[in-house]
């Protein structure tokens, strides 16, 4: 092919980003490097973010998000100064030659405006043959869907969530 993979998780179904980090996995277990970079993120009490020790040194994991969720109809200055950080890291983290790369929540922060959608797809022409970007996040641009090799919509059917279960510890984060 000439450059490398891209897989594109989106849709308003649970599932993107453990889809992710399940391939993250399952490229660590065969030990593959694996470098997360998380948009609009910020929580380390998170399951992905906690193992990160365990699992180093093929396993990294970076944040560029505040703890809180942001208004997405009404960012701060930090929250797009946080993504272009991330954007900006991604582009170094190249240089460590991952064999998987997942932008989660790249494809928001692009939908949403934090990131413009050219800048992110200079970064996967930049992607080498031997590396699979994973890019996450409902609303996913066409431009970054037309692009991507492997794409997954997550369509939500029914969820514990509605029926009052809240988010349980280990399971949805």
Do not use: C
């Not at 991507?148 to 939500?156: G, K, N, P, S």
Request: aromatic content about 8%.
């Amino acid at each position: 092919m000439g450059r490398g993979n891209i897989h594109l998780y989106t849709g308003g179904g649970e599932g993107k980003s453990l889809t992710a980090f399940g391939l993250a996995l399952r490229a660590v277990g065969h030990g593959y490097k694996v470098i997360i970079i998380q948009f609009l993120k910020g929580r380390k009490d998170v399951g992905e973010y906690k193992i990160k020790d365990r699992l180093s040194p093929e396993y990294e994991i970076y944040q560029f998000g505040r703890e809180e969720f942001i208004d997405l109809s009404k960012p701060t200055p930090v929250d797009y100064e946080l993504a272009r950080m991330g954007l900006e890291f991604a582009w170094d983290a190249l240089k460590k030659n991952p064999r998987v790369l997942v932008l989660d929540e790249v494809n928001l922060a692009v939908a949403v405006g934090l990131l413009e959608v050219e800048d992110v797809l200079s970064l996967l022409d930049a992607i080498p043959d031997e590396t699979i970007a994973v890019l996450t996040g409902r609303n996913a641009p066409k431009k970054l869907i037309e692009r991507a090799d492997l794409v997954t919509e997550m369509v939500e059917v029914k969820h514990p969530f509605y029926t009052g279960v809240s988010a349980r510890k280990g399971i949805e984060y």
